[in-house]
């Protein structure tokens, strides 16, 4: 007996529920034309992940609902094919006037066009970016349905992302009588986290005795990117299939019967390394966010430096050159070689190149604010008005030709506040906002290396990677003249902010007391800087986003 299941990886658009909702049409028809029986599509495929607070809305879930119906109708002449769709469902009933929630996170499963089952995610994550249990009540059921033809069936239990973490719902999955789990997700990425999660359902299949099947989610969604990267596990914990990641893809998978046990087979993707997934989730990233909201173009201003240099290699990655532009925006400390440097990197891509002096600008400025400044010395009031300048200018000429800009600034930066409101940090998407320097280092040495996207062999100069770090806003400016050395400054970072260690506990690692003081004061004073970035791509475990809430007004500095 072989029942031929398919995993739906597809990219979804939050709220184009008329879209989604034919993509799933489309690639069942498709995959049912290839003999598969079995259609396991994403968490929320039907509205897209996550969809936030339009769940609040009454009119946003009746038009889910109509939209399984439209799914399950659509496919009614299809005889034996069973499709599970994820989807919220429910609405507030009201106690004493108080409304209390009961909506759920859902999936439905569809056979020759009724809805023959409905399940409600048990396990509702609120940590990291994940606020589930803001918008849904926890499910109590469990779900097993039959999918397969007469004579030739499996019983599917059905678990939703989170559920799957946990010992019982799979446990009282396979008490109801399932001989094969099928979880369907929406697990944000970040670096390691496909590794992360194949290791986790090997231990749940482990422990439960049952095979599972991995569907998984692809796209970006605002500050959010989904890898793909769905997998097959048979009982014993052996890997039976995988989807690439980062693309749609439609994984088909065998389910076997042998005897009385169910075996899985199915195509194995090759194993990436690391800074191979965070290239394709930056270039997802912004490809998506581009791309869903429509933008023509993107504009960035081209520097010279490191940060500019790898935002437009992944730019150009994402979206082609002929819809990057670039502009060299010079000011009176600005190094002849990063004129050349920003020259050759752009004629290596073959982006458009501008280059719109800032000098007459910036002169004016000091002009019209002479009587004001008269007795003071020049310091950083000077080195923002030229950082505001260049903000000024892309965003008139984002303005004028609808390109968005792209800001340059990386996660050290963002840390400690070394970037300039309404200069810098003025634009619509942080491409590597989520990338500490010394990773943004590491990482333009790999795209040199590899050529994913067959755009450039070389993009960086190497100049740019190797030259010492400088915003070039005073004359022989470096980066270490304000902060301590990036291999210090973001191991400090790495512990304090994103793994919660305590100021002591990191001196206690062998940090110099210094150090640790002015990074985690930066830190904490610049947070009213971080509230009025734009939303940049999450790549690390925890980003300056939905997974970083400190207040800016806070005295507590432990």
């Known amino acids: 007996m072989t029942l031929k299941l398919c995993v739906a990886q597809l990219n979804f ?9 034919q993509k799933i049409i489309d690639t069942a028809r498709s995959a ?7 259609l396991l599509t994403p968490e929320l495929s039907i509205c897209g992940y996550a969809a936030e607070d339009l769940f609040l809305r009454p009119a946003f879930i009746a038009a889910c609902d109509d939209a399984v119906k439209t799914v399950a109708r659509e496919l009614a002449g299809l005889k034996d094919l069973t499709v599970v769709v994820g989807h919220p469902t429910g609405g507030d009933r009201r106690t004493r006037s108080v409304a209390v929630p009961s909506r759920y996170n859902a999936a439905s499963v569809l056979c020759e066009g009724a809805v023959i089952a409905t399940y409600a995610k048990r396990e509702l994550p609120n940590y990291q970016v994940f606020d589930e249990r803001r918008y849904f009540t926890p499910g109590q059921g469990v779900c097993v349905f039959e999918a ?16 799957a973490w946990f010992e019982e719902p799979a446990r009282l999955t396979k008490e109801a009588g399932a001989e094969l789990l099928a979880v369907i997700n929406a697990s944000p990425f970040h670096v390691g986290k496909g590794n992360e999660r194949e290791q986790m359902m090997r231990s ?3 422990a439960c005795g049952l095979p599972l099947v991995y569907a998984h989610l692809v796209g970006g969604q605002d500050e959010v990117v989904f890898e793909g990267h769905s997998f097959a596990l048979n009982a014993d914990g052996t890997l039976a299939g995988r989807a690439p990641s980062f693309i749609e893809n439609r994984l088909l998978v065998a389910v076997n019967r042998v005897q009385a046990a169910i075996n899985l087979v199915a195509d194995v993707a090759a194993e990436r390394s690391p800074d191979a997934d965070l290239w394709d989730a930056l270039v997802l990233g912004v490809r998506d966010y581009i791309g869903k909201n429509g933008f023509p173009s993107v504009i960035l201003g081209l520097s010279g430096g490191i940060d500019s240099a790898l935002v437009l290699a992944v730019a150009v990655d994402a979206l082609g050159r002929d819809r990057v532009r670039t502009v060299m925006m010079p000011s009176p400390y600005t190094a002849d070689i990063s004129w050349i440097d920003a020259r050759d990197m752009a004629a290596r891509l073959g982006v458009r190149y501008d280059e719109i002096s800032i000098v007459p600008e910036f002169e004016a400025f000091k002009k019209s604010l002479a009587g004001e400044f008269a007795g003071l010395a020049e310091d950083t009031t000077e080195e ?4 505001r300048i260049r903000g000024t200018l892309l965003m008139a000429l984002s303005n004028k030709f609808g390109s968005i800009v792209l800001t340059t600034g990386n996660k050290s930066e963002m840390a400690t506040g070394y970037c300039t409101l309404y200069g810098d940090m003025a634009g619509g998407f942080a491409v590597i906002k989520d990338l500490a320097k010394t990773t943004v280092f590491r990482l333009a040495r790999w795209r040199n290396a590899h050529d994913p996207y067959g755009t450039h062999p070389e993009p960086i100069p190497d100049r740019i990677i190797t030259r010492p770090p400088s915003a070039e806003l005073r004359p022989d400016q470096t980066d270490q003249d304000s902060l301590p050395a990036y291999e210090v400054l973001d191991a400090i970072l790495e512990r304090y902010m994103e793994n919660d260690q305590g100021m002591e506990e990191i001196i206690a690692a062998g940090f110099a007391r210094a150090d640790v003081e002015k990074v985690t004061r930066l830190i904490k004073i610049n947070e009213y800087k971080r509230r009025q970035a734009p939303v940049g791509i999450r790549v690390t475990h925890r980003s300056f986003g939905k997974d970083w809430r400190y207040p800016i007004t806070n005295r507590f500095r432990a």
């Open 384 to 387: 923002n008005i030229q950082a």
């Open 204 to 206: 749940r299949v482990q």
């Open 13 to 21: 658009v939050v709220g184009d529920l008329a879209g989604n909702s």
């Open 32 to 38: 049912y034309a290839d003999g598969v029986r079995l």
């Open 148 to 163: 397969g033809e007469a004579g030739n069936k499996v019983k599917v239990g059905l678990l939703i992302c989170e559920d």
